[in-house]
């Protein structure tokens, strides 16, 4: 087997340069080398919605948000599950639910709500597998990340494929 293959769910990230066992451990089970630069803000944990949220606001795309303003962060919860509970919700309507929590006015705001919506997805793309099961004597373990892209699985793409 090779020392370098990740044996681990999550591990591909210690093949990116300048990873360490450190930096791995606190970052394991947040982040992925498989995406495509959108957050499914529907199905993240509060703490990657919130992350979101500021480096939109820091960026210049709302007014000031104190990431201890609990009453303003309800708000926000409340706007974007609302809006994710809707029958097949789209980007531009949970980037408006976020930016009218946020406060913003729709004076300059269509612009920047369009770009928050560019950064949201409403369906998760990347399929992460796993299956054990015995050969003979033999335990056998894989492991595979599948892009969904495109409603023909035919076309799909393995990104990762292990088997220990």
Do not use: H
């Amino acid at each position: 087997e090779d020392e370098e293959t990740p044996v681990a769910e999550g591990e591909e990230l210690l093949l990116v340069a300048g990873m360490t066992d450190d930096i791995f451990a606190k970052l394991k089970g947040m982040v992925t080398i498989y995406g495509d630069q959108k957050l499914n803000v529907c199905a993240a944990s509060e703490q990657t919605v919130k992350a979101f949220v500021m480096k939109y606001v820091q960026s210049g795309g709302g007014l000031p948000l104190d990431p201890k303003d609990e009453q303003r962060w309800t708000l926000i919860q409340t706007a974007l599950k609302t809006a994710c509970e809707q029958p097949n919700p789209q980007p531009a309507q949970i980037a408006s639910a976020i930016t009218g929590a946020l406060g913003q006015t729709t004076e300059g705001g269509q612009q920047a709500n369009q770009n928050l919506a560019n950064q949201i997805t409403t369906t998760d793309r990347f399929l992460s597998l796993e299956a054990e099961g015995t050969v003979d004597q033999i335990r056998v373990k894989m492991r595979a990340v599948v892009d969904t892209a495109g409603s023909n699985p035919n076309l799909w793409k393995t990104l990762y494929f292990q088997v220990e």
